[in-house]
């Protein structure tokens, strides 16, 4: 499977492998092992908690669940957690708007383009109703370099909405 396959499987279902939006936190370990514990989003309250295994950043709530999910695609090399535990998968990070938006196609996805005059261009999913995915693509390597021929991805993620009542591990 190749990162544009994990990558459109991501806008279809919302799911990268075992980390999908709701997704347990004992579930993730079991699958993947124990993330790295990256601390606390906020100074002021132990969770939520943010943690990382390879190039992927979770957002885990205070009932242990799957919030949000985001993998930088801005690195020499994609790690992505699996197969088992403790295992990662390394993918070459560049992707094209064009490789990845004929893959969503394959699959049966359909999206929507927001634009922004600061060189970026996101598109983004909702496989559920309270689930979005979005893929932030860039036109150049850096701020103030020159424009590319095409979008280049430098961003993907998911995250949840309507998750107001948190109730207790």
């Known amino acids: 499977m190749t990162l544009v396959d994990v990558l459109a499987r991501l806008a279809a279902t919302g799911s990268l492998g075992k980390l999908r939006p709701g997704a347990r936190w004992a579930d993730i370990a079991a699958a993947y092992g124990e993330p790295e514990d990256l601390g606390p989003v906020s100074r002021r309250r132990r969770w ?9 950043e979770l957002l885990v709530c205070r ?34 708007e064009a490789t990845l938006t004929a893959a969503m196609r394959d699959v049966g996805c359909s999206w929507t383009v927001r634009e922004y005059d600061f060189g970026q261009r996101d598109l983004r999913t909702a496989p559920e109703d309270d689930v979005r995915v979005d893929f932030a693509f860039v036109d150049r ?25 948190c109730p207790e591990p």
């Open 63 to 96: 009932c242990r669940a799957l919030r949000s999910l985001t993998l930088s695609l801005m690195l020499d090399a994609v790690m992505l957690p699996g197969p088992g535990p403790g295992q990662v998968r390394s993918f070459d990070p560049y992707v094209s």
């Open 141 to 165: 390597d850096t701020y103030d370099g020159p424009g590319a021929d095409e979008w280049t991805l430098a961003k993907a993620g998911f995250w949840t909405m309507d998750h107001a009542g």
């Open 48 to 56: 939520p908690r943010r943690f990382g295994v390879g190039s992927v």
